[in-house]
């Protein structure tokens, strides 16, 4: 291509760039970016800003000219560095195919380029609404992941090399997979036969000591001759199954706690159908948290013993704990939070799926009976990471034709659950949209004012800090609810291999900042980073609240709660 051709082309896509930025606005009364006149029901468009829109124009314009000036000069032979460098994380054109071909060189730059201008766009866009503007910025963001060149076998030089060197079966296999994946109704992220729940996963040896319609209370088997007077109670998320506290040995969170000498009990929560699809949020009150506490207090003759809650289950011992505060009872000796927000002022990008009309209909379609699948679960948080979770698989899966890798983590992950129809329009009302727990007394739960500041005990917070699911900013404000002396610490990593970092393996690293005045920001700025895993400066933690060291029983449950049946029980094995 001759500088003139290049120079036409680039005042080509600068001409496209204005009639697209012109189109967005003339959905909202616009019809000229740089005049930005005055747009329906909105005051006037200040003159910064529509030179900012110019500017943008410019700008991208001038990259992709750049663009082309540095193919012109590799068809040359020269050596030319990328334009637009890689997004910190972003694996997705990491293969030398995308650098050794000028084309899809061109191709991928391009793309970025064109993402980067879109993403801007978005953020750009005069919406006063701040939900409304998140909601068309994360559909954005949707629309550009699906567009990326990696994601079509014609325009993915890896896919296109596999299908050269294996004679086209590698596509053949591809559709195959395609198929047996329509077949399970969902992507396949692992190799399901490698695992088994109760085979080599959940395998921490204890028992079900009580169950109802709700859940099933586990008791795990001492393995040290000594523990804590004072036992754990675990209240795992509700939305996913426990075991992901209890993988396989090396990586099971339980297992640590009982190797360290706790005694350890955990609610493993029942995997809704049509019987209990009435359930609501009182009933996981009532007959999940409150009743466990109260069998771990009988079974241990301990009145107040430690809690923990994961994520949701977080949410639900934090109403629990203040139900019974109402109540005039102190159930707990120290809480934990995994996870876990309470204030829900900013919940990223899955608020995009929760404003009033969806709620509403929530409620009118299953707020009286009925389920939320795990299969509209299942979407919602693959979508909030879809190039990890939803793109990378169509690619390996079903353009390249390769079997996903056995992998625990993912398998737990496709191991997904549904929720009440009731419990899941009243959390989602309560919380996500109107974040009303954060109130006291805007709630009433099991006929009691609940008032998280009732809660006075020592608590110790952990949050991950690239959790997509719970920003950790939004789970410090959490500390600022409760009465009592709280911690706070920031691990690494997301959501879950945030919370799931074997102090075996000692990787990754957590922050630490006793003041607890502070601000997030503040926290952070004078947060010291620790190496390796948090798991043990918890339990230094929990060990001041645990009491003294007693000689571990040798049977399991009580005289009034005999076990029922092995761990990990049947609840966890349902599929949804």
Partial sequence: ????????????????SQNFVQGVFSQFGSRDVRSMPVLPGLPGVPPETAEKWAALNREHAEMHAKLWESMLHRKQGESV???V?????DRRFNAPEWADSPLHDYMRQAYL??????????????????????????????????????????????VVRKAIDTGGESLTQGLLNLIADLEKGRISMTDDSAFEVGGNLATTPGSVIYQNEVMQLLQYAPLTEKVSRRPLLIVPPCINKYYILDLQAENSFVRYAVEQGVTVFLVSWRNPKAAQSSLGWDDYLDKGVLQAIEVVRRVSKVEKPNVLGFCIGGTLLAAALAV??????????????????????????????????SVASSEAGIGKGGLMTARELSQVFSSLRPNDLIWNYVVDNYLKGNKPTAFDLLYWNSDSTNLPGPF?????????????L??????????????????????????????????????????????????????????????????????????TNEDSAATSDEWLAGAVEQRGSWWPHWMAWLARHSGDQIAA??????????PVEAAPGCYVKERA
């Fill in 324 to 357: 019974a505060r109402a109540r005039g009872e102190d159930l707990a000796e120290s809480v934990t939070f995994l996870t876990t927000m309470l204030d829900f002022a900013e919940t990223g990008d899955i608020s995009c799926y929760v404003d009033e009309a």
């Fill in 113 to 158: 380029l064109n993402a980067r201008f879109l993403g801007n766009v978005a953020e750009m866009l005069p919406i006063p609404d701040s939900s409304a503007r998140n909601r068309m910025q994360f559909m954005m963001r949707q629309c550009i992941d699906a567009l990326a060149p990696s994601n079509f076998a014609a325009t993915n030089p890896e």
């Fill in 81 to 83: 560095a990328p334009v």
């Fill in 1 to 16: 291509m001759s500088p003139e051709q290049s120079k036409a082309a680039a005042e080509a896509w600068m001409q496209a």
């Fill in 438 to 511: 954060r109130v006291p007394g805007k709630l009433t739960m099991l006929g009691q004012s609940v008032d998280l500041g009732r809660i006075a005990c020592p608590a110790y917070f952990i949050a991950a800090r690239e959790d997509h699911i719970v920003p950790w900013k939004t789970s410090y404000l959490g500390r600022r609810l409760l009465s009592g002396e709280t911690t706070f610490v920031l691990g690494a990593s997301g959501h879950i291999a945030g919370v799931v970092n074997p102090a075996s393996k000692n990787k990754r690293s957590y922050w």
């Fill in 424 to 436: 899941a329009a009243y959390y989602l009302r309560n919380t996500y949209l109107e974040n009303n």
């Fill in 553 to 562: 029983r040798s049977k399991l449950g009580s005289r009034d709660y005999k």
């Fill in 85 to 89: 460098a890689m997004p910190a994380g």
